[in-house]
Structure formats: C-alpha cells, structure tokens
C-alpha cells in the first residue's frame, strides 16, 4: 500500500516562505506524477503544483512565488514556497500517480497571517 505523507507546513507572515516536503513510500516503481494541492476552507481542492517527469507545471497564482522539484531517486517531491500571501492560507496535499492509481496525503497547514 503507497503511503504518501507531507510535512513542512505552519504560520508564516505574509512575504515569508516555507518549503513543504513529501515522500511516498511502500512502492519500489517511481511514481509516474507527484503534485501539490491545496484546499482553503469553503473552498475546493486546487492544483498548486506538479511534476511528470521532470516537467514542472504550475497554477498562474504561484507563478514566479512556488517551486516544485523532485528527489530523481525517491519517490520525493518539495514545494518552496516564497513571498507567502495571505490567500495561500489552505491546507496543502500532496498527490502520487502509479498507472492509473492516485494516493493522496493526510495535507499539511499552512497559514499565512500578520
């Protein structure tokens, strides 16, 4: 069973950042795609981040704030979070692709306040 867990999130002031960390383990196949997600409250689950490959995509609200790399050994991905707003206030979930199979973590809080 794939087991996907995040780490990394927690109260920041606005402009400050945070890197996310997430690793999927109880697989030996690399998994196809791993991507971020996060949900505000009342809000729905929207596409942060991602990685097929090692092809980087990203939703135009990060653009130029977030990066998403990716451990080429591990089934690892990180999320560098910089000049952190207060609408990135949400909880971030990390998502690993094997075939057609998706597992998704328990998500990791980030809040953004002054």
């Known amino acids: 069973q794939v087991r996907v867990v995040e780490s990394g999130g927690g109260l920041v002031q606005p402009g400050m950042s945070l890197r996310l960390s997430c690793e999927a383990s109880?697989?030996?196949?690399?998994?196809?795609?791993m991507s971020w997600h996060r949900q505000a409250p009342g809000k729905e689950r929207e596409l942060v981040a991602g990685?097929?490959?090692?092809?980087?995509t990203y939703a135009d609200f990060v653009k130029g704030r977030f990066t998403i790399s990716r451990d080429n050994y591990k089934n690892t991905v990180f999320l560098q979070m910089n000049n952190l707003k207060p609408e990135d206030t949400a909880v971030y979930y990390c998502?690993?692709?094997?075939?057609?199979?998706?597992?998704w973590g328990q998500g990791t809080q980030v809040t953004v306040s002054s």
């Open positions: 109880g697989t030996r196949f690399r998994l196809n795609a």
């Open positions: 998502r690993g692709v094997i075939g057609t199979n998706d597992f």
């Open positions: 990685m097929i490959g090692s092809r980087p």
